[in-house]
Structure formats: structure tokens, C-alpha cells
């Protein structure tokens, strides 16, 4: 009972603390300002999330994860069932969707931080730190995706992971969603045909 209600309180103070950054900002996120909106001690909030550095890096892994805790990519269901998948064309269009579902948590958050992260080495290296590893899990993709040997003849590896991981990011989801109003439906859709038709080689008739 003691843990259920820790983690029911790591998820209040989680809640609090990223509708304080969305719509408030970065700097209006102190920790006292999210003790008193999850209606908890400021002791609570530094025992269930640590300090602010350790809360934003919270917020930014639960937004991809879609639960109160950061999970390694390989655990995450959609990684499992784009691992299952027998075709590269089913293969995209999973993550293609997995990323307009992530994109519609974690870009308002992506938003919020944005100009903080250039006037804050904290930020910065947070921020650079997830590219670095959305690289990286790239690569993986990208290998997944060319042995199934329906990649086009003349795409590396290399290159594969790097079309996929500058369309993958948060920023590339706003400018169509929030900018020119997409629906996350139909950005998931175009990313899906996008990704096929710039990596895939064409299907002989």
C-alpha cells in the first residue's frame, strides 16, 4: 500500500509539474510552484522526483513513454510489434504512428523548453543527450529495416538512420501539426507513405 501510494503521489506531482511547463513555462516551474499544484510538501517533490534537472528529464522520457517512468526503447510495445513485423512497409508505418502518438505528449513539453534549453547548459545537454540516443535507436531501426532487404539498392544503413531520425523529431510534428494544422491522423499517414517512398525500393508490377 505504502508503494502504491508513492507512486499515485510521483504521478500527481509528475501531472503538476508538466501542465506548470506548458502552460506557465520553463522558468515559472519552480519546484515550490509544483509542490503546492500537486497540493504535496516541497520535500515530497524532491523524495518522488528529484530536483528540477532529474523533474524535466522525467517529464520528457514519460511523454515518450506514455507511463510515469522512463523505459528502454527494446521494452516499449510498439518497438516489440515493429520488431514482429515481416515487411519494412509494415515496419514504418507501425513507428509512424508510434511517433504521432508520442509527438501529441512530448511536443508541448518540446515547446516549453525550447528557449529555455538556449540559455541553460542543463537544458542543452538534456536535450542533446535524447537526440544522441534517438540516433542511436535509429541506427538499430534502420538495420531492422534493411534486412528485410527492401531498402533502396544505393541507402546505407548510415543514411537510412538519419532520414529517419530528422523526420522523427518533435520539431519536424509541429511544423506540420501545430503550424500548418494537420490533424496527428494525418500526420501519421504522410510520414508512413513519406518514409516508404524515400527508403523503400519501388515494387516490380
Given amino acids: 500500500m505504502r508503494q502504491e501510494s508513492a507512486l499515485q503521489t510521483r504521478h500527481v506531482i509528475l501531472e503538476a509539474a508538466a501542465r506548470l511547463l506548458v502552460e506557465d513555462g520553463y522558468g515559472a516551474m519552480t519546484m515550490q510552484a509544483v509542490a503546492a499544484a500537486a497540493g504535496v510538501a516541497l520535500d515530497t517533490v524532491y523524495t518522488a522526483v528529484g530536483r528540477k534537472p532529474v523533474l524535466v528529464r522525467l517529464l520528457i522520457e514519460t511523454a515518450i513513454s506514455g507511463i510515469d517512468e522512463a523505459t528502454p526503447a527494446p521494452e516499449r510495445q510498439y518497438v516489440r510489434e515493429i520488431q514482429a513485423a515481416p515487411t519494412a512497409r509494415q515496419k514504418l508505418a507501425l513507428y509512424a504512428n508510434a511517433v504521432s502518438i508520442i509527438h501529441q505528449r512530448l511536443a508541448p513539453i518540446v515547446r516549453a523548453l525550447r528557449d529555455a534549453a538556449?540559455?541553460?547548459?542543463?537544458?542543452?545537454?538534456?536535450?542533446?543527450?535524447?537526440?544522441e540516443r534517438r540516433a542511436r535507436n535509429m541506427t538499430i531501426f534502420?538495420?531492422?529495416l534493411a534486412a528485410t532487404g527492401e531498402l533502396r539498392a544505393e541507402l546505407t544503413v548510415e543514411r537510412t538512420s538519419d532520414?529517419?531520425?530528422s523526420m522523427n523529431a518533435p520539431d519536424f510534428y509541429m511544423l506540420l501539426v501545430d503550424e500548418r494544422g494537420w490533424t496527428p491522423e494525418e500526420f501519421a499517414t504522410w510520414l508512413s507513405d513519406a518514409w516508404a517512398r524515400l527508403l523503400l525500393a519501388k515494387e516490380t508490377p
Fill in 142 to 144: 534502420a538495420k531492422g
Fill in 163 to 165: 532520414v529517419l531520425w
Fill in 118 to 131: 538556449a540559455h541553460d547548459a542543463d537544458l542543452a545537454t538534456l536535450w542533446k543527450d535524447i537526440a
